[in-house]
């Protein structure tokens, strides 16, 4: 399923916050893993928030303050250069990843997905901005061009045979942006890089890379000894079948920035891998350490398998309301989820 279809699908998403950490018995959302994760798609700034590590190469070749002169700047996309506005007024943002990206470098936009985050600050900003994709994941052109839009911006598949956004006829009604979408979003830093060069912002977002990375660092060094003694894994299930995400996936990247060593993820090229029950002992059974979401463990722990784990056993299953980051204002209160657990853990390690 392509980009247009990124949504929570069958389950709720994760709630603001990070009220839902515990161990076994916590509860919580979760964007489904075909919604968000698999083949799918698809209060303005976060002032005191950030977000960073490694440095992703934008899809837009524009300066933060290049095209000024002339009213315009020039931004590489799927679909080739395209010349949009210097200073975008009327912004239309039919994917989740860059309405995140946006209002994270404090920029407001007039049309939104349907779905975004269930994150305080994007969900006080939303609130009278027009849905303009439907619960399907297509775009009401109608209701675009009625908004009068000065510029477009949204994601879709690298390749052309997975494309699904209408962008001849977005282009029509205004100046369109088109960057990649990858299975897993593992390639969120990179969407946000692109969206904030293509607004001007990218001062903006350099701040919060620059606490993204200094969160990263501060995991790392407070809690090395934690980090050096366990290997971790993410999980998310539905009862009959399970996924184990890698390090390409958009929370497996964030965790191990933090220094979070996986263990049967660690080599998967994949962002995630779907698995029978069956594959659960065998897999995981070198774990120390299960990361979920509370709507997946209520349905995991209820299956024998998973309750022999040592990582169950043991009780050290932790649940997070925010296990998918789309952005680095998500990614940096994960970050602080990641933290939480990391302390519970040194105090027996």
Known sequence: ???????????????????????????????????????????????????????????????????????????????????????????VALQFPEACALLD?????????????AFDTYTKADA???????????????????????????????????QQQPYAR??????????????AAGNWRAEAVATAAAVGRTARLDALKKSYADACAS???QYAKVLAATRWDLVDGNGSVWDLYGPNSS????????????????TQKDGFVEHSLEDMSSLLGGTDVLFTTGVSLAKLRTEQV???????????????DLFFPASYGIAIALLADVRKVCARLATRI
């Open 1 to 91: 399923m392509p980009p247009p279809a990124r949504q929570a699908a069958g389950g709720r998403p994760p709630r603001a916050g990070s009220e839902g950490l515990d161990k076994l018995g916590a509860t919580g959302g979760h964007f489904s893993r075909r919604g968000f994760l698999g083949t799918s798609a698809g209060a303005a700034a976060l002032l005191g928030l950030s977000g960073c590590g490694s440095s992703s190469s934008p899809a837009s070749s524009s300066s933060p303050t290049g095209g000024h002169a002339s009213g315009s700047r020039t931004v590489a996309t799927l679909h080739g250069d395209v010349k949009v506005p210097a200073d975008p007024q009327r912004i």
């Open 105 to 117: 470098v404090g920029v407001r936009y007039v049309g939104r997905p349907d779905y975004m985050p």
């Open 128 to 162: 009278s901005v027009a849905r303009v994709v439907d619960t399907s994941g297509a775009p009401d052109l109608e209701k675009i061009a009625g908004l009068r839009p000065d510029l477009i911006i949204t994601s879709d598949w690298k390749d052309p045979k997975l």
């Open 170 to 183: 977005l282009a029509e009604i205004a100046p369109t942006l088109v960057f990649e979408w990858q299975k």
């Open 219 to 221: 995991i790392r060094s």
């Open 251 to 266: 929370h497996g990247r964030v965790l191990v920035d933090a220094g979070v060593r996986l263990a049967a993820g660690a």
């Open 306 to 320: 998973f309750k022999k784990l040592p990582a169950v056993q043991h009780s050290d299953v932790f649940t997070s």
